[in-house]
Structure formats: structure tokens, C-alpha cells
């Protein structure tokens, strides 16, 4: 847990690994073909940059991202650089 010590594992320095695979998989566009489909691309790429951020202080904001869609919004520009 946070408390107990093993915060320091996860110090500034720290990069989780990122799966290559299913970043290549979100970047896919060939089903694209209307607007909800390519916003519904877009919200979907959003979740995975954060899963797959190196950072675990946004990778951290996945799982709030999936149900609260402006964070995940809010944290793009953050995510995408960060992969």
C-alpha cells in the first residue's frame, strides 16, 4: 500500500513498461467512418495512452478516466507525451 514503505519504488525516476502492442492497436483508424465512430476512436485512445503511460502517476488515473471521460480529456496532452 501507499503507507507502508512502497512509495519509493514508484519516486519521480520510475517508468512502468508500455505495451507497444496495444498502443498500435488504439491508433488503429480503419474502422473509422463517421463522426461517432471516430470520437468514440478518440475517447478510446485517450484511456489506453493513460493504461500505457510510463508515468505511474497517470497510468494511476486510468481507471477513474474510464468512467469520468473529461479526465481522461483533461490528461491527453500529459499521456500522449509521456508514451
Do not use: K
Amino acid at each position: 500500500g501507499w503507507g507502508d514503505g512502497d512509495t519509493a519504488a514508484y519516486g519521480a525516476g520510475h517508468r512502468l513498461p508500455i505495451n507497444q502492442v496495444n498502443l498500435a492497436r488504439a491508433w488503429d483508424v480503419t474502422q473509422q467512418v463517421s463522426a461517432e465512430d471516430w470520437a468514440d476512436w478518440l475517447r478510446r485512445l485517450m484511456v489506453e495512452l493513460l493504461r500505457e503511460s510510463p508515468s505511474p502517476a497517470l497510468r494511476a488515473c486510468n481507471a477513474l478516466a474510464q468512467v469520468q471521460p473529461t479526465l481522461a480529456r483533461d490528461l491527453f496532452h500529459a499521456a500522449f507525451l509521456s508514451c
